[in-house]
């Protein structure tokens, strides 16, 4: 069964909200972010995967690119999921 969520996140002083959908696997677990065209842009993709319940990295980035968008993203993805498990 498909999980959908909202995420919040704050990106250049200005509010922006994601849906996201989750589909696990036996190895890991992958969050599909839909979001806005010029969020897009400066991403690697819009896939995080999780290996673990701590481990979330962008599908197609590198251990080099790193920027304030994808750390915020993973941020507002980690966030709700711990919530959410409360």
Known sequence: MA???????SYKNTMHNA???VRKTPFFTE???KLEDELLEHVPGNKIISTSPEHFT???ASSQDSNPL???LIRAVS????TSEV
Request: a positive charge.
């Open 31 to 33: 969050y599909t972010l």
């Open 70 to 72: 994808m750390k915020e």
């Open 19 to 21: 849906m996201v959908s």
């Open 58 to 60: 962008f599908q197609h």
């Open 79 to 82: 966030q709700h999921l711990h």
């Open 3 to 9: 999980r959908i969520f909202n995420i919040y996140f």
